[in-house]
């Protein structure tokens, strides 16, 4: 890493750490600068988009997707005009430098990943943050679960593990489909939770590779 790669990020965290021991600027400015200096950290690598990106991203794209639904139910009628996109607004930003998203809803949105539950440091900032609990126990089929974000849908589905509840009285109740469908957002909003804490845990740490 160059000595000028360094030194823009040593200069980022003081920024972060300006920020937050009240720094007098607006709250909105102080907004602004935290999150485009997460950006500046992340731009260039290999990381995914902020979370914030991510959520503004899916607005986006189905705002495209209800226009062009319009303009081919147009057409049909003779009508080519092209239907006029709204504007997006950012539906979430980063309140501060320290701040977990604590919108479920919006969190479900995420959709990339890119966090390391292997990274040693990680899992003690997720327990510091009180969140190493989505993971499930340490190595547990769980575990590995949340670890692997790129296993698929129907892989979990799939999974015996994860068909049948722990045994309790000696047996085990087998989850019904929509069971497992609800254990599935389940697994999504815990990944998503994950990579929200991965965002804070690099920006804490000054990574940006």
């Known amino acids: ?22 720094s007098r600027l607006p709250v909105r400015r102080q907004r602004h600068k935290i999150n485009s200096n997460l950006r500046l950290l992340f731009k260039g690598t ?11 991203r899916y607005f986006i794209e189905q705002e495209e997707k209800r226009c062009t639904l319009l303009e081919s139910e147009q057409r049909k009628v003779g009508n080519h005009k092209k239907v006029t996109r709204r504007v997006i607004k950012k539906p979430w ?12 809803e919006l969190l479900m949105l995420v959709s990339d990943y890119s966090y390391d539950l ?37 892989e979990f589905l799939s999974n015996k593990h994860f068909q049948r509840a722990q045994e309790a009285e000696g047996t085990r109740h087998e989850f019904t489909p929509q069971e497992m469908e609800i254990h599935w957002q389940i697994v999504l909003l815990g990944r998503a939770k994950l990579q929200d804490c991965w965002e804070l ?9």
């Open 93 to 104: 930003t980063r309140p501060g430098n320290a701040a977990l998203c604590q919108e479920s």
């Open 46 to 56: 290999a990381m995914t988009d902020l979370i914030e990106d991510q959520i503004h």
């Open 1 to 22: 890493m160059s000595v000028s790669h360094n030194l823009r990020i040593s200069q980022m965290n003081s920024s972060l750490t300006a920020a937050s021991n009240g």
């Open 201 to 209: 845990y690099r920006a804490a740490n000054g990574h940006a590779t």
């Open 118 to 154: 292997a990274d040693e440091r990680f899992q003690e900032y997720c327990v510091k943050r009180g969140l190493i609990h989505v993971a499930g126990e340490h190595h547990s089929p769980r575990w590995h679960l949340m670890a692997d974000y790129r296993s698929t849908k129907p």
